[in-house]
């Protein structure tokens, strides 16, 4: 179908393994939908004339998935910091380079992040925007934000200040004013973190939040950055409240879980983040233990994906491959898994709508609420059949090629594997530029050193072992002998 043709119709969803994420459970049946709301969920649906009807059988039909925290920015240099340490990281952004991006360069990272999401079937990202170091950066972003195909909400945050001044300065203040009201397309946050001094300098900068009416978004429990001072700092201060967001949340104690779960705020588990930068263990299986709500998220491209296929499959793996370590250590076997593939798909979706006050509006395919909705269908896929466990199939078996269709309020901004009126070229010429700019700017040799960081020296274990009888000609036997 011409993608033109569903412009102000009504859709209906035909026979789809629907993933309702509410009570329903899993309906096999038709999801209809008018303007921007889902009108209706249920069997052999009689729709109104006109309606365009997307066949989903075989496919699986579910609420589009939530991002809480994305430095989308740091999309424009995609994949360069495959191989950082959070420490290479810290001296790249924080240290060297964050202070080269241009507002230009802020608005072409946020828009081809946008356009990932929408594509991998995200369709609500928080924007942890952390590279805002005047208000027209900012206003680059929240620009791309709005023009962008896709639900956000804009976490202001600026890692070159201190986040007590530029919470409190006029031209921050302004930009506040000029964005008006939050609303559910694009709503607005604080981001910024808790260092632990114990002076507390981030008190004025929560309590900028409280006069704003500003929910907080913090990194919380990194190793070696964040810890459970910073956490007692805010109990303390009485700035815990249930719409803070404590991102990674790692390393912390008992104390700080338990202080997270009584005072109602949630966790955005980056699992791909946490195992690779190590800011700790990912911690869904403390979280799981005191009751805190958990969202998922996957942090930045400039290393990860923007997929939360691949994050719903690396926390579930990593959520069971710490429950095998506990039992192992204690001498026991894990007989029976506590954390079930339905759950992770539940923290992608109606979580993520919960840790942004947003649950009422998105998460669920359940009749009233908007229609950001997700059809993974992908008949050429010898992996998506048979379709015997669905969420099993969304975690461990579907990838984001496999997302067919994509609406968000109710437009369609994906149809038949294919992005509906994004502009993609547009988007990446304008990061073509924003590469080039800044590998002129840094510098060939800073180029190359943060492509290719340093390796330490490999340790290697002596084996007493020679395969004499097993060379066969192999270079690596050869090597290994000679060694
Ligand atoms: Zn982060």
């Not at 949340?249 to 109602?264: C, E, F, K, P, V």
């Amino acid at each position: 179908m011409n993608p033109d043709q569903f412009d102000g119709r009504p859709i209906v969803f035909r026979d789809a393994t629907v993933l309702t994420m509410d009570d329903a459970g899993v309906i096999e049946g038709d999801v209809l939908v008018t303007g921007e709301t889902i009108a209706e969920v249920g069997r052999d649906l009689a729709v109104p004339g006109g309606t365009a009807e997307i066949d989903a059988s075989g496919g699986i039909l579910m609420p589009g998935m939530v991002d809480t925290h994305r430095h989308m920015w740091q999309t424009a240099l995609r994949g360069l910091g495959a191989d950082w340490t959070l420490t290479q990281y810290f001296v790249f952004y924080y240290l060297n380079w964050g202070k080269i991006f241009r507002p230009e360069d802020i608005h072409a990272g946020d828009t081809l992040s946008a356009i990932e999401a929408v594509d991998a079937g995200v369709t609500t990202t928080v924007d942890w925007s952390h590279g805002l170091r005047t208000v027209e950066h900012g206003e680059a972003a929240a620009d791309a934000l709005r023009a962008a195909p896709g639900r956000f909400v804009l976490a202001y945050g600026n890692l070159l200040g201190a986040p007590w001044e530029w919470t409190n300065s006029p031209e921050f203040r302004g930009f506040v004013e000029r964005f008006g009201a939050p609303d559910d397309m694009l709503g607005l946050q604080l981001a910024f973190d808790v260092t632990g001094d114990p002076k507390f300098p981030e008190r004025g900068a929560f309590e900028a939040a409280r006069d704003l009416g500003l929910r907080v978004t913090t990194h919380a429990g990194v190793w070696g950055a964040t810890n459970d001072d910073g956490i007692r700092l805010m109990w303390e201060g009485g700035f815990m409240t249930p719409g803070t967001t404590y991102v990674h949340a790692a390393t912390l104690s008992q104390d700080s879980y338990q202080r997270i779960a009584a005072s109602g705020g949630s966790v955005s588990v980056s699992t791909e983040s946490e195992q690779s930068a190590g800011q700790g263990y990912p911690p869904s299986w403390q979280l799981r233990r005191h009751g805190i709500p958990v969202s998922l998220s996957m942090d930045t491209s400039v290393w990860w994906s923007a997929d939360l296929f691949s994050a719903m499959r690396a926390t579930l793996s990593a959520d069971r491959s710490r429950e095998h370590l506990e039992a192992h250590a204690r001498g026991d076997t894990v007989v029976h898994n506590s954390l079930r593939a339905e759950e992770v798909v539940r923290w992608a979706t109606i979580g993520g709508a919960r840790a942004l006050g947003l649950d009422s509006v998105i998460g669920s395919v359940t009749p009233g609420k908007k229609a950001d909705l997700v059809l993974i269908k992908n008949d050429d896929a010898p992996a998506l059949y048979p379709l015997l466990h669905p969420y099993g199939t969304v975690v461990y078996q579907a990838s984001r090629g496999d997302v067919h269709t994509v609406l968000v309020n109710g437009r369609v901004v994906k149809h038949e594997h294919r992005l509906v009126g994004a502009d993609l070229a547009g988007a990446r010429a304008a990061v073509g530029r924003t590469v080039e700019y800044a590998r002129s700017t840094m510098g060939e040799q800073a180029w190359q050193d943060s492509l290719t960081p340093e390796l330490p020296a490999a340790e290697r274990v002596p084996n007493p072992y020679t395969y004499t009888d097993f060379d066969g000609g192999d270079e690596r036997h050869r090597a290994q002998r000679s060694t």
